[in-house]
């Protein structure tokens, strides 16, 4: 089946450092989405991407769709503390069914 | 408007026993989806409702689960019987029908199970 692979799996934030992660798939996806997921909550919906080497902002958030359609990278510009929390990226084709990345981790350095 | 309902919110059983988890959708939303979430992972589909009838159950491990969508609202997810491998995190989802289905897919707080 497909399959997401989702890197770094963790990694510790200083408030207002930038972090960067980034999924690459063996499998082209039509649709790229990022995900937050606090604990105890559904993930919830941060960026969708829809067209090959689209770039798309969200406040400090800016994600980009591959060339090739088989990667995404998200992007988080100087971190907040409630930036802390679990992000997916999620591929998407016909039929409506997500495919999840494992995650990356975000948790602020002490 | 309200989110996905999810309950209960916490299940502990013991292995071999059964349990049933219940979504209520926002209200609109055609399409139903059931995900397991094993800890440290992202979540996978089990099935996929559009209003009462099933559009993917492929990743439905059926000789334990099973899930229904009476009247294509409400939906009930059952595990019979259960294994310690179960032990997950139950999200349901829901979306409206194309084009907005993306930023109508919205998941409920879910429904830890912890199989002892």
């Known amino acids: 089946g497909q399959q997401l692979n989702q890197s770094p799996q963790s990694m510790f934030i200083q408030e207002g450092e930038d972090v960067s992660m980034n999924c690459t798939s063996s499998s082209i996806f039509n649709t790229w989405l990022w995900y937050k997921q606090d604990p105890g909550e559904g993930p919830v919906l941060l960026i969708a991407?829809?067209?090959?080497?689209e770039l798309t902002s969200n406040g400090r958030l800016t994600a980009q769709f591959g060339i090739t359609r088989k990667d995404s990278f998200l992007n988080i510009s100087a971190s907040i503390p409630s930036d802390v929390g679990i992000y997916f990226c999620?591929?998407?084709?016909?039929?409506?069914?997500?495919?999840f990345g494992g995650g990356t981790r975000l948790m602020v350095k002490p | 408007e309200a989110g996905v309902a999810q309950s209960p919110r916490y299940k502990i059983i013991e292995k071999r026993q059964s349990v049933a988890f219940w979504c209520n959708p926002i209200?609109?939303?055609?399409?139903l989806y059931w995900y397991q979430q094993i800890l440290g992972q992202g979540p996978k589909l089990l099935i996929q409702?559009?209003?009462?009838?099933?559009?993917?159950d492929s990743q439905l491990p059926k000789d334990r689960f099973s899930a229904e969508r009476l009247k294509g609202v409400d939906s009930t997810l059952k595990i019979q019987p259960a294994k310690l491998e179960d032990s997950a995190v139950y999200l349901c989802?829901?979306?409206?029908?194309?084009?907005?289905?993306?930023?109508?897919?919205?998941f409920g707080s879910g429904t830890r199970l912890t199989v002892v």
């Open positions: 209200s609109g939303h055609a399409t």
């Open positions: 989802a829901s979306s409206p029908p194309p084009p907005g289905q993306h930023y109508g897919y919205t």
């Open positions: 999620a591929g998407h084709n016909a039929g409506n069914m997500l495919t």
């Open positions: 991407l829809y067209k090959a080497g």
């Open positions: 409702f559009q209003n009462n009838g099933v559009v993917d």
